[in-house]
């Protein structure tokens, strides 16, 4: 990320909010969805979106192109990515958690579409440009919450800690937090930076899920993967993604109190019978790039 970039839902990180909007109104139409995400389509209706995503996976015998092929086989793992986080949030809310942070939330709609006990707080945290687009979007659809959900405009880069508080988040009270599909756009400095923000704003018994490229010294030089990406995809993906050097999330986490889980992304689609398999080629190929879930949790140290 540059580091004065701003964008809105068609530029930059917008629009790949707009890609993985449409991801998960795909893997919503397949037979074994693993979530029912229905506001793709309105979102995607909303806005002239450079990039033609599909919003549903196609009949037998319909013709995809190969920029479709890549996005459909890509929603198999948004479908993944959607259920691990929303099985996190969900365990630690049943576990006591009445609090949910959502960084850069982008078009998330769990706020929406999960089934929440009626005390629950979702702060969503993204660029004010694009958390006004979804607003606009899910007011005009008449749809309400089933939790209460606070909007926060703010730019991760800036003081988002005083502006969560600002908001009416309780730093004493248990909080699940998410960092879905972000650390791949953060300079380390930044990573870090975002983790001693969390580990600070952390009472006792909360959680931090978060998912992180596997080898970025690999993805680094790999620049025909990337290249490979952004010709298939339309997206420019050397210019979103951040391959600085650094460490393991957990080299900061445990050292501070926290319990570390990680798995792979392989791991995680077989525990929901998801064959990540291309199935426009047969072949192993990994829709996205090498992805690690990890989830963490805030002892009494």
Request: net charge negative; hydrophobic share 40%; proline share 7%.
């Amino acid at each position: 990320m540059a580091e004065q970039q701003t964008w809105d839902i068609v530029t930059g990180p917008g629009i790949t909010a707009l890609g993985i909007a449409a991801s998960r109104s795909v893997e919503s139409s397949m037979p074994d969805a693993l979530i029912d995400d229905p506001f793709g389509a309105e979102f995607l209706g909303a806005v002239d979106s450079p990039v033609p995503f599909p919003l549903r996976w196609p009949a037998d015998g319909e013709p995809v192109s190969d920029q479709h092929k890549l996005s459909l086989h890509a929603s198999r793992f948004i479908g993944v990515r959607s259920r691990f986080y929303d099985d996190v949030i969900l365990d630690a809310v049943r576990a006591g958690a009445g609090q949910v942070v959502l960084l850069a939330a982008g078009l998330d709609t769990r706020a929406f579409r999960l089934s929440w006990p009626s005390d629950v707080t979702v702060y969503e945290l993204d660029q004010p440009q694009v958390l006004a687009f979804k607003n606009d979007v899910l007011r005009g659809s008449r749809t309400a919450p089933g939790c209460r959900r606070v909007a926060v405009g703010i730019d991760l880069r800036e003081d988002w800690a005083g502006a969560l508080t600002a908001a009416g988040f309780l730093p004493t009270a248990p909080t699940v937090w998410i960092a879905e599909g972000l650390l791949g756009y953060l300079p380390a400095a930044a990573e870090e930076h975002l983790l001693r923000r969390i580990h600070q704003l952390s009472a006792v018994g909360s959680r931090l899920a978060l998912d992180r490229f596997a080898d970025l010294d690999r993805l680094a030089s790999d620049t025909a993967t990337l290249e490979r990406l952004s010709r298939r995809s339309g997206i420019e993906a050397r210019s979103l993604f951040n391959t600085e050097p650094r460490p393991h999330p957990a080299r900061w986490l445990y050292p501070n109190g926290w319990t570390v889980r990680e798995d792979d992304d392989t791991d995680v689609a077989d525990r929901y019978g998801r064959d990540l398999t291309d199935p426009f080629t047969g072949q192993a190929t990994r829709p996205w790039l090498d992805t690690r879930f990890l989830i963490a949790e805030l002892g009494r140290g």
